[in-house]
């Protein structure tokens, strides 16, 4: 029995000896080829993107390091054939393993500006099969950019084996173009439809380029193809970009609702001008950076879920300090607009002063969630970021819950009976006082909820709310105070009004308006779009 087992050891051995020898000749035979001739070099350097591209991790490792060491000019050539990589000490190519034999009399070998592309190429064309998946995208990117030198079997099997659209869409385009290069009209009209299968302006350009050769428009059957190619690309490409308008108007919907949400409760409630609304979004922000803060020293594993923490988080500190704001200033100001619009511009000053000195007057940096990073191509033109989905989403999902409190809550009725009738109200007992104080604490809360979305797409600093003020006073005049359906109809109106006029005319134009729109509609509507009955 121990016999059995010491010879089938033996055996194995035996392969296992007989193949590294095996792949050690093969190896010396490639690189006895790439030192030979220059007609070889070519060859070997495709031989050796093969083996950087099998399944053996070996071969692998192997082939990674030839390529970069001819990159570096790190391969040396002998007199006799013989390849060996600079070190201390020199390794064999072949084996990776210390040289005894070399000598230091060789000169490694420097690759022409020609070759040197040729490197870049197979060194490209290894990293498609990496893991990782950024990795990947810079090596497509390499091998579109020298099209003309890429494998087609392992482009395409590279393709095949893409998870990622975008990626793979780079990769089929480069093999397209190094088909539009060729002479053979099959090839011509197989490159041209399979650019046209993805549109994208890369690709429309790479036609546009080809279309202006003299020997395409020598061939009608080649320019009409691509001439419907282009047609085809022109209208995925406009369509994406009517979904990307689309889908901007609506995160830039989202930020105006949960900037609005709050003062059309104050507004509608109490007839409250608050200028310092902005503020309590610039306090939800910073109160988001502290929990950002506070959970990468003391909670690293939890990172990502920070800004789930800084919902409630800024929610209540924002709410403190409205009612705080509300029982040390404004309850002594009401039906008095002009000192209230005085007063709250003055604690407006102060709080961004206040900020100033905590946390300075530049820009603070957040650490975007992993789950919040990056986005999906859905179509042609048409790119959704994950967090600008994440505002539409969360920005849905607290309408809701308001909605839900002033619907179905006993503070939501009192709420809406003080607004209708505050004086009847009282006499019936409710204790508008109180109710006045929660209102302004829920309406600070929900900017500064506005706040921390705010923190994931905008630029967070002490002067980020004044910017919103503006929009918020206009979004609720024109769907009406106190008005919930009409703060979300007319957030939807203007965020897509401006987002559509925004990128053919500018910003500015947008403004402009935007704000003629609503001069507009307040003339024949003075109460807004939805308008709130309330008993004379």
Known sequence: MKKGRRFLLALMCMVLVSTGAHAATDRGALLTAFCATDGSKVSALGHFVEAGVSDDPQERAWARQIVDALHNGALVCSASGQASLQGTPPLDAATLKPSASSNAADLPYVPSIVMMRKLAVASAEIDLFSAQQDVRANAAHQIDKFFTLLDPAIVSRAIKHEHDPDIASVLTVAMAKRGLSSADRADRLAAIKAVAEVPSETARTALANFVAQDSVRSDPEVMAAVQGAIRDIDTALSFGKALSIVFSGLSYAGVLLLTALGLSIVFGLMGVINLAHGEFIMIGAYSTYLVERFMQTYLPGWFDTYIFVAIPVAFVICAISGMLLEFFVIRFLYRRPLETLLATWAVSIALIKLVQVLFGSQNVEFVTPAF?????????????????????????????????????????????????????????????????RLAFGLGAGLAG??????????????????????????????????SLLGTVVSSLALGEINQFIEPFYGAVAAKVVVLLLIVLIIQKRPQGLFALKTRA
Not at 378 to 385: D, E, I, L, P, Q
């Open 372 to 436: 919040l990073n990056g986005g999906m191509q859905v179509s042609a033109g048409f790119f959704v970021t994950y967090n600008r989905v994440f505002a539409i989403v969360l920005a849905m999902l607290i309408f809701a819950a308001t909605f839900a409190v002033v619907r179905l809550t006993k503070l939501g009725l009192l709420m809406r009976a003080t607004t209708q009738l505050r004086d009847i109200a009282r006499c019936l007992g409710v204790p508008a006082e109180r109710v006045d």
């Open 449 to 482: 909820l506005a706040g921390v979305v705010l923190t994931q797409i905008a630029s967070v600093n002490p002067s980020m709310g004044t910017g919103f003020v503006v929009d918020s006073f206009m979004v609720v005049v024109l769907g009406g105070a106190g």
